[in-house]
């Protein structure tokens, strides 16, 4: 299993290593997918007004 943080740090590479094994990584989607989750992250662990 990889390490979320490290994918994030170096998505590129670990497209180039997946390739390799015949996956492709939709680097763009993830980086939109994590930008989401962070939103939706920040909202939620917002105290409640």
């Known amino acids: 299993m990889l390490d979320p943080k490290i994918i994030r740090s170096d998505a590129?590479?670990?497209?180039?290593?997946l390739k390799k094994k015949k996956f492709e990584l939709d680097v763009e989607r993830l980086a939109d997918l994590d930008s989401r989750r962070k939103i939706?992250?920040?909202a939620t662990?917002?105290?409640?007004e």
Do not use: F, K
């Open 12 to 17: 590129q590479t670990i497209a180039e290593a």
């Open 40 to 42: 939706l992250q920040t």
């Open 45 to 48: 662990e917002r105290p409640a």
